[in-house]
C-alpha cells in the first residue's frame, strides 16, 4: 500500500503524528492487522533519537518560548 500525504508546505512533528493515528485507525477500520500506535510509537522515537536542534532545560520556573515542535527554544 502506498499513500500521499499532502500537506501544502505545513507540516511538524505534531501535525504528522496525527497524520499517522488517523491512517492507523483507517487501516484498522479496513481490515488491515495493525497494532494501534506502532507507527506513532516509531516516528517519536526516530525524531526523539534525530533532532539534531539544540536544547535548554528551564530552571527556576523560568518561561521559555518553544517555536520548534519538540520544544526546543532556537528558533528555525
Known amino acids: 500500500m502506498v499513500f500521499r500525504i499532502g500537506h501544502l508546505g505545513d507540516l511538524n512533528e505534531v501535525i504528522l503524528l496525527g497524520v499517522l493515528v488517523g491512517t492507523e485507525l483507517v487501516m484498522m477500520d479496513v481490515g488491515i492487522k495493525i497494532e494501534l ?20 532545560h ?5 518561561v521559555v518560548d518553544a517555536y520548534h515542535s519538540t520544544g526546543s527554544t532556537e528558533s528555525e
Do not use: P
Request: one cysteine or more; proline letters at 0%; charged letters at 25%.
Open 58 to 62: 528551564v530552571v527556576n520556573n523560568e
Open 37 to 56: 500506535g506502532s507507527g506513532v510509537e516509531v516516528a517519536q522515537r526516530f525524531w526523539c533519537s534525530n533532532d539534531n536542534i539544540a536544547k535548554r
